[in-house]
């Protein structure tokens, strides 16, 4: 197939553009639709087997919630090296079909009551689903990285932080409805078939390289640091994500918000949470992609006013007399947080060469990951033990965004005199 003419480097494409000229971006797009959607219907299922138990706790339910993600911390090292030594859309297709055969482990599961080993089993199966997922997203966006030109990268990196919003919104909503009218199994058959159908879409991507690295070439994760250290410019992208993910703790925050301040269910008030968080983050990256028209130096300059603005934003929720108000609230702070995490992984992308991209972007998830582990489990600590409400935690949420924000300006201040990275061109 003759590809497109490239457009000129300093180009800036709209998302659907990048759709239409790329079918292998289009078809990672697909793939990620499907999968992720059906991630979120098991997930749904999941949470409310677990949090059934004690969800009175706030350490339980946070630690509940630091699972979800701890595995992105313990596999990332492996996941970004296979990203980058073995061919990706190979490494894609084992994680799809692995995928659909591990949930269906759920179904037994979480049939039965969530006594101390139930709970224990369900927790190796979700570690294994999620591992899964660590290698699923580093060979992803290091595929996406590979198949797009230099002015498709920004169109596509946004496109991928809208699809999982949506995927979040309306996943979450599916996964509600099929749980309480058919029962957790039929989440997880439709989970299972999802990953079935990511994979027949991954198998028509033909671009970018098919690995990385040849055989002799080395492809350890320290690899990936060393040239994150050596490379400041480059390596300083790893932070917005990581002083982001501390924010993570306004997940735990609305599960005791609703039931603690406002009068309804957990599950009521997270599925209001969850909804106001998709649609914010389906508004923020198409938003930064028009005004910073894939400048570099513009995209910088974006993250640190994004910070700011969410913590404006964010502090809405202290004043906000009812559960809708504070979500509203939330969910166009997220706006916000969805320019930083996408406009930081296109620089990063950018600023490392095509053989280390996988680890780069592993080691940028895993710090991230971590962050949001710590946090929750500081938050649940400080909510059981400590006498803290859910408003304090409102107010150190606020207080981490605008700091995130002057910090990265001090940052950009220091390198002002520095050439990044990436900005004349993805380094070989």
């Not at 073995?86 to 009551?113: C, K, N």
């Not at 002015?151 to 999982?164: D, K």
Request: glycine fraction near 8%; charged fraction near 10%; aromatic fraction near 10%.
């Amino acid at each position: 197939m003759t590809a497109p003419p490239a457009a000129p480097r300093s180009a800036s494409l709209s998302i659907l553009e990048t759709l239409r000229r790329n079918p292998d971006v289009r078809r990672i797009w697909l793939a990620q639709v499907v999968s992720e959607s059906g991630d979120w219907l098991t997930r749904v299922a999941v949470t409310a087997h677990i949090a059934g138990n004690d969800a009175r706790s706030a350490f339980a339910i946070a630690v509940i919630q630091a699972l979800m993600v701890l595995p992105f911390v313990v596999l990332s090292p492996w996941a970004g090296s296979v990203a980058d030594r073995y061919p990706r859309r190979t490494v894609l297709l084992g994680v799809e079909i692995l995928a659909a055969i591990i949930v269906l482990a759920y179904m037994p599961l979480l049939a039965q009551p969530a006594t101390p080993w139930n709970l224990t089993l369900v927790g190796l199966v979700v570690f294994a689903h999620i591992g899964l997922a660590a290698f699923f997203e580093a060979s992803r966006t290091a595929l996406l990285s590979s198949v797009a030109r230099p002015e498709e990268l920004a169109p596509a990196m946004a496109l991928s932080q809208v699809t999982w919003s949506v995927c979040l919104a309306l996943g979450s909503a599916a996964g509600g409805f099929l749980t309480i009218r058919f029962g957790a199994s039929a989440a997880v058959v439709l989970d299972s078939f999802t990953f079935l159908c990511g994979a027949v879409l991954l198998w028509g991507v033909r671009g970018g390289r098919t690995s990385a690295t040849s055989a002799g070439e080395p492809t350890e994760f320290r690899e990936g640091i060393r040239y994150l250290l050596a490379h400041p410019t480059a390596g300083v992208l790893v932070l917005p994500k990581f002083m982001l993910a501390f924010v993570g703790i306004s997940d735990l925050t609305f599960a005791l918000l609703g039931p603690r301040e406002y009068g309804v269910t957990a599950e009521t008030s997270m599925s209001i949470y969850f909804a106001a968080i998709g649609v914010g983050t389906f508004l923020g990256p198409p938003i930064v992609l028009k005004l910073t028209q894939n400048r570099p130096a513009a995209m910088r300059l974006a993250i640190g006013i994004a910070f700011l603005l969410e913590s404006v934003i964010f502090s809405g929720t202290l004043a906000a007399n009812s559960l809708w108000g504070a979500t509203a609230f939330a969910g166009g702070a997220t706006a916000c947080g969805a320019i930083i995490w996408s406009t930081s992984m296109t620089l990063l992308q950018r600023a490392t060469p095509d053989r280390i991209t996988g680890r780069a972007v592993a080691l940028d998830f895993a710090l991230a990951t971590l962050a949001m582990a710590l946090a929750l489990v500081s938050a649940g600590l400080l909510v059981d033990f400590a006498g803290f409400a859910p408003r304090h935690l409102l107010m150190i949420t606020t207080a981490i965004y605008a700091l995130a924000g002057v910090i990265w300006l001090a940052i950009l201040w220091a390198f002002r005199h520095r050439n990044f990275e990436g900005d004349a061109g993805r380094p070989q």
